[in-house]
């Protein structure tokens, strides 16, 4: 599975922006995709995750402002983000697991390069 990810900028705090993951590969439903950060000198952080087109996770932190979603025709998975605040700045990544357990492990079995998000205040 390789993964593409787009959508990443500069945005005020409490502004919105929307991430968008490609992904080529063979997988399956029951796998699962979704996103994790890093911010400087702190370590990686799941944000959110999907399996199943319906089965959703996200961190305590996010959870009220974003939303991950698929949209199989495209085969693309998007992250929307809002009400942003300057502590959501990181380097957001797009990943895939073939099991939840290890998504939430932060065991990757592959993940795209990563997109810069930065929220001023």
């Known amino acids: 599975v390789q993964l593409q990810a787009s959508g990443g900028g500069l945005v005020q705090a409490g502004g919105s922006l929307r991430l968008s993951c490609t992904v080529s590969?063979?997988?399956?439903?029951?796998?699962?995709m979704g996103w994790y950060r890093q911010a400087p000198g702190k370590e990686r952080e799941v944000v959110a995750a999907?399996?199943?087109?319906?089965?959703?996770h996200y961190a305590d932190s996010v959870k009220g402002r974003f939303t991950i979603s698929e949209d199989n025709a495209k085969n693309t998975v998007y992250l929307a983000m809002n009400d942003l605040k300057p502590e959501d700045t990181a380097v957001y990544y797009c990943?895939?697991?073939?099991?939840?357990?290890?998504?939430?492990?932060?065991?990757?079995?592959?993940w795209g390069q990563g997109t810069l998000v930065t929220v001023s205040s």
């Open positions: 990943a895939f697991s073939t099991t939840w357990f290890k998504f939430h492990q932060r065991i990757f079995d592959s």
């Open positions: 999907i399996t199943g087109g319906d089965i959703t």
């Open positions: 590969g063979n997988y399956y439903s029951n796998n699962v």
